[in-house]
């Protein structure tokens, strides 16, 4: 499997890093190494002193999808969970000023903790899903989907025209504003719809 995940997908984010609104999706992959399930802890590497969480709601892909119709982008998620876009701020930095690539900064390991998941139909409204971070007891992120730039189908579609989507690939969905640093010892949860889904410690 793979993670695809959009950049920029809520005004609030891109304006916060200083990043233009973008008029199409910004996509990157993270390998399936990237992934902490079951609540299990993270280490944080010697390789980066500015490790930023990015909580975001992910999709669970269910077909295998290439050049998705639009009309027919609903069908190829089933469910939804929440994740954490572990992101090395200060590689990303760097890597950004140069032009080079995000994969350092995004695709390391153990960089996409996510949540179980939840069957769509368990929610009355996809753009209306409240989610928030909590660190060491308190908010540091809130969202809430309606603020989304390109819809969980646009993104599909989008994605699908240049990578085959297949069961069991996740798509995560963009973080909204109010990202932040966390160091050893942190402790963050993750909320959706005011539901603890995810646990994260920092080690
Ligand atoms: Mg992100």
Not at 85 to 90: E, G, V
Not at 138 to 161: A, C, H, P, W, Y
Not at 168 to 189: C, N, Q, R
């Amino acid at each position: 499997m793979k993670i695809v995940a959009v950049g920029r997908n809520y005004a609030g984010h891109a304006m916060e890093l200083n990043n233009p609104v973008p008029q199409k999706p910004v996509i990157f992959l993270k390998p399936d190494t990237a992934l902490i399930k079951n609540n299990k802890p993270f280490f944080y590497p010697d390789f980066s002193t500015d490790i930023h969480y990015e909580l975001e709601v992910v999709l669970h892909i269910c077909k295998e999808g290439k050049h998705v119709n639009p009309k027919f982008a609903a069908n190829y998620y089933d469910a939804i969970g929440l994740g954490i876009d572990f992101t090395a701020r200060d590689i990303q930095q760097q890597h950004k000023e140069k032009g080079l690539p995000w994969e350092l900064a995004k695709a390391f390991d153990h960089s996409a903790p996510v949540s179980q998941f939840f069957p769509k139909a368990d929610f009355k409204d996809l753009y209306n899903l409240d989610f928030h971070l909590v660190k060491n007891g308190e908010t540091v992120q809130r969202g809430n989907t309606k603020d989304v730039l390109f819809t969980f189908e646009q993104l599909i579609v989008f994605v699908s025209t240049y990578i085959t989507l297949r069961t069991g690939d996740l798509l995560f969905t963009g973080t909204p504003a109010g990202v932040g640093p966390i160091k050893k010892g942190d402790h963050l949860t993750g909320y959706l719809q005011n539901e603890q889904v995810l646990e994260v410690a920092i080690k």
